[in-house]
């Protein structure tokens, strides 16, 4: 196929009624489960409106027409892309798609037979119509937190509606992933084989770090930092930090306390060792928490609702929305009345007991070496 007859054919599928350009798409490798359970997706590359030309010979490929959904490739169907997406005109580019359909291939033609009981690998091609549609299944939940991760999207930049519901409960190995359900069945026959597994965590979310190593960033316990969290570079995770999903900082900062999930950290700011943000989850409520730049929650603070910039909570301060803070005038309001203002002071006063706020006036700098995280 020649670049004039690659060109006309993307040109003809466009064309054809009903077909609609997808908002972000990927190549992925799922595994699946004996019980035909998807249990994760990789995506070594990810694609945010661009790439169209592809998107739509994969379309063309899978069937696809418009909206979302994920596509299970049979070999045929891969070598029938890598045919098509050769004649592609890249200028001398990277051509990232291709080489992840040549992935694919390789891992279905190359997998491990000491796990074929348990489970296999599948080639996917996974569309999102549009960002603020509900996700469909297991491998659309991992191309938006693929999306979060590599920093492609935003928190809040997607609907993660529903995605406890969808993702299932999994093992998490030195050997990749594993059905719970099954796995004291599979733990036993594979050390009768003379294989080692350690159990990692049993979770719905594996770590980040093993899907996607965003750069300029440091992570002292990976375990702690969950696929779809979003790392700006400079950011520095220490050993006690934890960052989750859908959350996570826009800038330079230090974790040493926690970013639950929905929370969002603006660039120079501290997180405190075993500081806490109130997310979205489990009772946190629907307020989406920010933390302004230049902020700084003391160690063992908490902090339940948002602050602008060059705020400061003292250690060991929860502020909670409906926590009753004492103003500079001697009047008392709730926190909650306080949320996004900047320049704000929170302390307990040592003899009353009350939570009272002043005006701060300076603010705190990072330092910027520290932060660098050059690869």
Same mark, same amino acid.
């Given at each position: ?13 466009? +064309? ?34 661009e790439q169209l030309d592809v998107a739509a010979v994969f379309s063309r490929v899978t ?16 070598? #029938? @892309?890598?045919?098509?997406? +050769? ?38 091609? @996974? ?10 299944? &297991? ?9 979060? @991760? ?10 993660? %509606? ?19 359900? #099954? ?48 790392? +700006?570079?400079?950011?520095? &995770? ?7 999903? !859908? ?12 970013? /639950? ?7 120079? @700011? ?11 989850? /489990? ?19 908490g902090c339940g609702i948002s602050l602008g910039d060059g705020c400061t909570i003292e ?9 009753? &803070? ?7 309001? %709730? ?13 307990? !006063? ?7 706020? %002043? ?15 050059? !690869?």
């Amino acid at each position: 196929m020649s670049k004039d007859e690659f060109d006309s054919l993307v040109g003809k599928i466009e +064309a054809e009624r009903g077909y609609e350009q997808p908002a972000a798409f990927g190549v992925g490798l799922a595994t699946v489960s004996s019980f035909g359970r998807v249990l994760d997706t990789y995506y070594p590359i990810t694609n945010l409106g661009e790439q169209l030309d592809v998107a739509a010979v994969f379309s063309r490929v899978t069937g696809r027409k418009s909206g979302g959904g994920s596509f299970q490739l049979e070999s045929e169907q891969l070598q #029938e @892309s890598i045919r098509l997406l +050769a004649s592609r005109p890249d200028d001398d580019k990277p051509r990232p798609n291709f080489r992840a359909l040549q992935m694919a291939l390789a891992a279905l033609q190359k997998d491990d037979m000491s796990f074929r009981s348990h489970r296999s690998r599948h080639a996917v091609i @996974s569309f999102i119509g549009d960002l603020a549609d509900p996700p469909v299944d &297991v491998a659309d939940v991992y191309l938006r937190l693929h999306l979060l @991760s590599q920093r492609k999207i935003k928190p809040h930049g997607c609907n993660l %509606k529903n995605i406890f519901g969808i993702l299932p409960n999994v093992v998490w190995s030195n050997r990749g992933a594993f059905d719970s359900e #099954e796995f004291e069945l599979t733990r036993s026959e594979l050390i009768a084989q003379g294989i080692e597994i350690k159990v990692r965590s049993v979770d719905k979310f594996p770590r980040m770090t093993d899907y996607v190593l965003p750069s300029g960033v440091r992570i002292a316990n990976a375990d702690n930092v969950r696929l779809g969290a979003h790392l +700006a570079p400079g950011t520095t &995770v220490m050993a006690a930090g934890f960052i989750n999903f !859908n959350a996570g900082t826009l800038g330079p900062s230090m974790v040493e306390g926690r970013i /639950s999930a929905g929370v969002v950290v603006e660039p120079e @700011s501290d997180v405190g060792g075993g500081a806490s943000i109130m997310g979205t989850l /489990s009772g946190g409520g629907g307020e989406v928490i920010r933390i302004g730049s230049h902020c700084l929650l003391g160690a063992n603070s908490g902090c339940g609702i948002s602050l602008g910039d060059g705020c400061t909570i003292e250690a060991g301060l929860y502020v909670t929305a409906g926590a009753r &803070v004492t103003m500079p005038d001697g009047s008392v309001v %709730k926190a909650r009345e306080l949320s996004g203002r900047s320049g704000l002071l929170f302390w307990r !006063n040592s003899q009353t007991g009350a939570i009272e706020v %002043k005006e701060r006036g300076n603010t705190i700098a990072l330092n910027t070496a520290l932060h660098q995280n050059k !690869n």
